[in-house]
Nanobody, 122 residues
Framework: QVQLVESGGGLVQAGGSLSLSCAAS????????MGWFRQAPGKEREFVTA????????YYADSVKGRFTISRDNGKNTIFLQMNSLKPEDTAVYYC???????????????WGQGTQVTVSS
């Protein structure tokens, strides 16, 4: 079993910054790639960014490139998401997820956190 617990998030004005973190515990050896997804009201869950175990390979959705940065601390089994220049359209519930695959596709992630709300006001 793998448990993922997110922290961070909250309310920020447009142009501001927020950071999220996600701590993994349990059978973390099952995870190769960890990532962040988000889901806005009335929309499907979408990929945001992901990072492989070594931290060498990262993936970003076009909508967040240049604004969001993913990183990880393997010693703490934790990944981080630094979000800068936030826009109202970034408002969503953000989910941490893990997969044994090298993937950016939602249905290929097996492990999910409970989600944390990010709200960007205009």
């Amino acid at each position: 079993q793998v448990q993922l617990v997110e922290s961070g998030g909250g309310l920020v004005q447009a142009g501001g910054s927020l950071s999220l973190s996600c701590a993994a515990s349990g059978d973390t050896f099952r995870i190769n790639v960890m990532g962040w997804f988000r889901q806005a009201p009335g929309k499907e869950r979408e990929f945001v960014t992901a990072i492989n175990w070594s931290g060498v390979i990262t993936y970003y959705a076009d909508s967040v490139k240049g604004r969001f940065t993913i990183s990880r601390d393997n010693g703490k089994n934790t990944i981080f998401l630094q979000m800068n220049s936030l826009k109202p359209e970034d408002t969503a519930v953000y989910y941490c997820a893990g997969t044994a695959r090298q993937s950016v596709y939602t249905d290929e992630y097996n492990y999910w956190g409970q989600g944390t709300q990010v709200t960007v006001s205009s």
